[in-house]
């Protein structure tokens, strides 16, 4: 059974920084395309960031292009978000999401391709 676990999140100021981390169990994690997605009160689900099974190519929506970062440690089974320079409009529920084909050669940007989800962490950016 695959399992995604999210930890690191919490108030931090805007201008600050924060690391997310997902750790995963119940599967090879290095042949998955992993992602983050995050959910803002009233609003719907939205990707954030993806990284392909190797790592070797990382992807961003635009709105945190340049101000985050999305990386993976294969030996860990650990996926990251290094949030920086946050502002209040990034305050959402972030969640970890797997993909369900291996090796796939770019990684999805739409929730529909990700079966497995964490039960997502709290990020709450004051101004």
């Known amino acids: 059974q695959v399992q995604l676990v999210e930890s690191g999140g919490g108030l931090v100021q805007a201008g600050g920084s924060l690391r997310l981390s997902c750790a995963a169990s119940g599967r090879t994690f290095s042949n998955y395309a992993m992602a983050w997605f995050r959910q803002a009160p009233g609003k719907e689900r939205e990707y954030v960031a993806g990284?392909?099974?190797?790592?070797?190519?990382?992807y961003y929506a635009d709105s945190v292009k340049d101000r985050f970062t999305i990386s993976r440690d294969n030996a860990k089974n650990t996926v990251y978000l290094q949030m920086n320079s946050p502002n209040p409009e990034d305050t959402a529920t972030y969640y970890c999401?797997?993909?369900?084909?291996?090796?796939?050669?770019?990684?999805?940007?739409?929730?529909?391709?990700?079966?497995?989800w964490g039960q997502g962490t709290q990020v709450t950016v004051s101004s």
């Open positions: 990284i392909k099974w190797s790592g070797g190519s990382t």
């Open positions: 999401a797997g993909d369900y084909v291996p090796f796939r050669t770019a990684a999805p940007g739409s929730a529909a391709e990700y079966h497995y």
